[in-house]
């Protein structure tokens, strides 16, 4: 080999490719103030739009009088129902096969429904013009409980469906269900818990929430009128669907249509459904011919747009005596708001919470899951959440501690005897799926001897002793948990938005310079995909990462991709990218081939070049390749170096993972203090280390949010009791706890290079963890099951109805 060139380590470090923990290109403009965010977005002759918004959350609407705030200077125009009605867009199709109202058509479900949208000159004229719009409602009954809506004579919420004995899921059983959906062999499950030896049964509760990204959602819609060309920037976690439907909606041909997301400051779900907000301002810049922004506040994006959960999972786990489970029976109460408006895969209804059955193997299982309207803000995917794998997780591992107690055994040794095999995948599970590879028992051991899990237990012993003798009042809670994660939606074949199979797509152009744009269907909000895509193209292509610009979010020049959610982008987009990188290798081989003057199967690829085999010293680098794909008209090849892939996987991939925090409770006062929290998780082959460390670290300290502090409540009357940041707990630096963070790595069998998705992971497998340890806390005493979130004041009145005050 050429002394000169350097030596094959020094090219791979070059790459940095996968497996380097490449720091994130994109930083060096967030951390200088420098994104470009939709507010950001200034054009000449703007509009703003700002809505009026319900303040009762079940009202007829009698009047609406918008001549005070016509009369303001600076008002453009104050939309209403009546002003879209003749345009058919009074009303919305949602991602959940219902339908919402853009703006309130006779009546409002919620607390901060949008009734009109104020157009105005500047941002503050917009407001003052709402406070002018005048309102007459007439107050209707409210329902906040699920369970009080499905009753006998409940007053019906949705009118509009009056007579509906069947929605896009099935049958309706009372004016305000939604939909029944199930999966499984209720009466093999049934039979099994009759006969159990042991059965388990608690109503696990997981509360309403909401994702609160640090930016809001927002749009600017401006269509111009001389070449009919409609341009939309916004947050938005899947612009070719946004496209797609504004295209439907609209009647404006496709081609017409660009949209742009731009830098998101976080989406977390909160950015993948149409908002009223979108629509009116299209519609408001196609009446004025201008531009029109549309961003909502803090609490508006609080009150009005998805929230995450509020599911009421009542279970049973049946097992032997020893501990091995036999069955697993569960029903939901999903309380899906005023409008079904969740952001699954159409089929999927309740998400994918039918992984449910979680790392265990399980032989037989039920689940069932009734929808039903209520008055409050619709949604229900969002946050990190998988389509409902959050809930399922939460499910699960709370039931596998309720059955530990009622068996009397270690929870961590009830897991260990119930994990699927290693040599049990690919594993089919009760419920329907096909868990593609896993070693959970590796990655448990290794959790519980590094946190030195016996001793914690010792230790935790002695503590309960010493509180008995009366010598300490705080308690130690050892927090489990063990998830199995389902991500990558996903084989187009059975799952689809709307109509559009769930694939994804990447488009590389290699430069005659030898540096690259590839160009991905997906959009990133935080999670840093210019850095880690350009990771995986590295190791493909032998062109270094820092030689590749990623471009994602705008609809002219991506190819069509499905968006960013479900942490499916690795899985599919990341797939599609190291397919497309091998088409950019096959010929760049044919290149090499011609230009060393042998067979192209006499040249192998080696880091960053083709080498004739068993020649070292004769080789091609890729940047040589790249320059004569332009430059030599090559006999039987097209000039130039793209290639472009629409990636539809086989299946989805199902990381894991072990977590397990340790928490020290004050009795008296409900505090709390994280001590330890170990998070191992494996997403298979790991691009970038330390992206995936940022992305653990995140979904951790969300976890912990929705665990000890987080809910979007509400009171009798609707009112949402926590649409600020003074009520809704944000955990800052102060209260996040410190992490450990660990992992193992089973590749995916069937992805390309072998990876998972990691983004959803933490949120998913932590909150199971912080709530497990408040419980295990208190087993000593006999706690079964309390309701997060496990704030002080929930905390101490647990203590009080255990008689632990005295
Ligand atoms: N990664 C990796 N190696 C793997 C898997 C992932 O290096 N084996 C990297 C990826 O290349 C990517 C990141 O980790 O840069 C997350 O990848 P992935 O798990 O594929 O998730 P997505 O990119 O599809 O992101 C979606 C996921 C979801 S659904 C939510 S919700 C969430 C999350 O990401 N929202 C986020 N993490 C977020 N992080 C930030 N900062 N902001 C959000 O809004
Ligand atoms: Cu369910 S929150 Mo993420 O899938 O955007």
Redesign the pocket.
């Known amino acids: 080999m050429n002394d000169l060139s350097p030596d094959r380590d020094d090219r791979i470090a070059n790459l940095k490719g996968l497996g380097c923990s490449r720091k994130r290109v994109e930083d060096a403009r967030f951390t200088q103030g420098k994104g470009n965010y939709v507010d950001d977005i200034k054009m000449p002759g703007m509009l703003h739009g700002d809505f009026v918004r319900s303040p009762y959350a079940h009202a007829r609407v009698v009047s609406i009088n918008i001549d005070a705030a016509m009369a303001l200077d600076g008002v453009v125009a104050v939309l209403t129902a009546k002003d879209l009605e003749p345009l058919g867009l009074h009303w919305m199709p949602t991602l959940a096969g219902d339908k919402q109202m853009v703006l309130a058509d006779g009546k409002v479900l919620f607390q901060g429904q949008e009734v009109a949208y104020v157009v105005a000159r500047d941002r503050y004229v917009a407001a003052d013009a709402v406070e002018l719009v005048e309102v007459d409602y007439e107050e209707l009954p409210v329902i906040v409980d699920p369970f009080k809506a499905l009753e006998p004579g409940a007053t019906v919420l949705r009118e509009d469906l009056e007579g509906q004995t069947s929605g896009a899921h099935g049958e309706r059983r009372h004016p305000n269900h939604i939909f029944l959906w199930e999966e499984g062999d209720k009466a093999a499950t049934e039979a099994v818990l009759d006969e159990a030896e042991v059965v388990a049964e608690e109503t696990i509760y997981y509360h309403r929430t909401h994702?609160c990204?640090l930016e809001t959602c927002g749009c600017v819609a401006s269509m111009d009128k001389v070449n009919g060309k409609l341009t939309l920037y916004g947050t938005f976690q899947a612009p070719h669907v946004v496209r797609t439907v504004a295209s439907l909606l609209s009647g404006i041909e496709e081609h017409n249509i660009r949209v742009v997301s731009p830098d998101?400051g976080?989406?977390?779900?909160n950015k993948v459904g149409v908002y009223p907000g979108y629509v009116c301002s299209i519609v408001a810049s196609i009446v004025t011919g201008k531009p029109v922004k549309w961003v909502e506040d803090r609490m508006e994006n609080l009150m009005a747009t998805a929230f995450a959960r509020d599911y009421w999972m009542k279970g049973r786990i049946s097992a032997t005596k020893e501990g091995k489970i036999t069955g697993l029976h569960c029903h939901v109460t999903a309380d899906h708001g005023a409008f079904d408006a969740c952001a699954d895969p159409t089929k999927f209804p309740a998400g994918f919470f039918h992984i449910c059955t979680g790392s265990y193997d399980i032989p037989v299982a039920y689940v069932g899951v009734d929808g039903v309207y209520t008055n409050k803000a619709p949604g229900g995917v969002?946050?990190?959440?998988?389509f409902r794998v959050t809930e399922a997780a939460y499910f699960i591992e709370r039931m596998i501690e309720v059955l530990a107690q009622e068996l009397n055994m270690d929870a961590a040794e009830l897991r260990r005897i119930n994990f699927i095999r290693k040599d049990q995948f690919p594993y089919h599970s009760a419920l329907g799926w096909e868990y593609d590879s896993g070693d959970y028992h590796t990655a448990w051991d290794k959790a519980l001897t590094a946190v030195n899990y016996d001793g914690l237990r010792a230790e935790q012993a002695e503590r309960v002793e010493a509180f008995k003798r009366g010598e300490t009042r705080k308690l130690m809670g050892i927090g489990l948990s063990f998830f199995t994660e389902i991500?990558g939606a996903g084989p187009v074949k059975n799952c689809d938005i709307l109509g559009m199979g769930m694939f994804d797509s990447c488009e590389i152009r290699i430069h005659p310079t030898g540096s690259a744009t590839a160009r991905l269907g997906?959009i990133?909000?935080?999670?840093?995909?210019a850095?880690?895509?350009a990771q995986i193209l590295a190791s493909e292509i032998g062109i270094s990462a820092d030689s590749i610009t990623i471009e994602e979010g705008d609809t002219d020049t991506a190819p069509y991709g499905l968006g960013?959610?479900?942490?499916?982008?690795?899985?599919v987009a990341?797939a599609a990218t190291a397919l497309a990188g091998r088409k950019i290798r096959a010929k760049a081989q044919m290149i090499a081939a011609y230009l060393l003057e042998v067979h192209d199967n006499d040249v192998e690829f080696d880091v960053d070049r083709f080498v004739v085999k068993g020649a070292p010293e004769r080789f091609k680098t890729m940047k040589e390749i790249a320059y004569a794909a332009y430059n030599q008209a090559i006999p039987g090849l097209e000039p130039g170096l793209e290639a472009v892939s629409y990636y539809d996987p086989p299946n989805m991939t199902y990381p894991f993972g072990a977590y397990i925090c340790v928490m020290d409770l004050d009795v008296d006062t409900g505090q709390t203090e994280i001590r330890q929290v170990y998070a191992l998780d494996d997403?298979?082959?790991?691009?970038?280390?330390m992206?995936?460390e940022?992305?653990v670290h995140?979904?951790l300290t969300e976890a912990y949010a929705i665990a000890m502090g987080q809910e979007i409540a509400y009171d009798e009357m609707g009112n949402c009791k926590t649409g600020t940041l003074m009520d809704f707990f944000l955990p800052t630096a102060v209260e996040t706890p410190h992490y450990t963070t660990d992992f193992t790595e089973t590749p995916s069998p069937h992805h390309p290079i072998g990876?998972?998705?990691?983004?959803?992971s933490p949120n998913v497998g932590g909150v199971p963890m912080f709530s497990n340890a408040v419980h295990d806390a208190f087993r000593a005493f006999g706690l079964r099951q309390s309701h997060m979130p496990h704030d002080h004041w929930r905390i101490w009145r647990i203590a009080e109805g255990l008689g632990l005050h005295g």
């Open positions: 994702p990204p998101i976080g989406g977390f779900g969002a946050y990190r959440c998988s991500v997906t990133s909000q935080g999670q840093g995909h850095t880690t895509f960013t959610y479900g942490s499916r982008s690795t899985p990341g997403c298979g082959t790991r691009i970038n280390p992206v995936i940022g992305q995140g979904g990876a998972k998705g990691v983004g959803e």
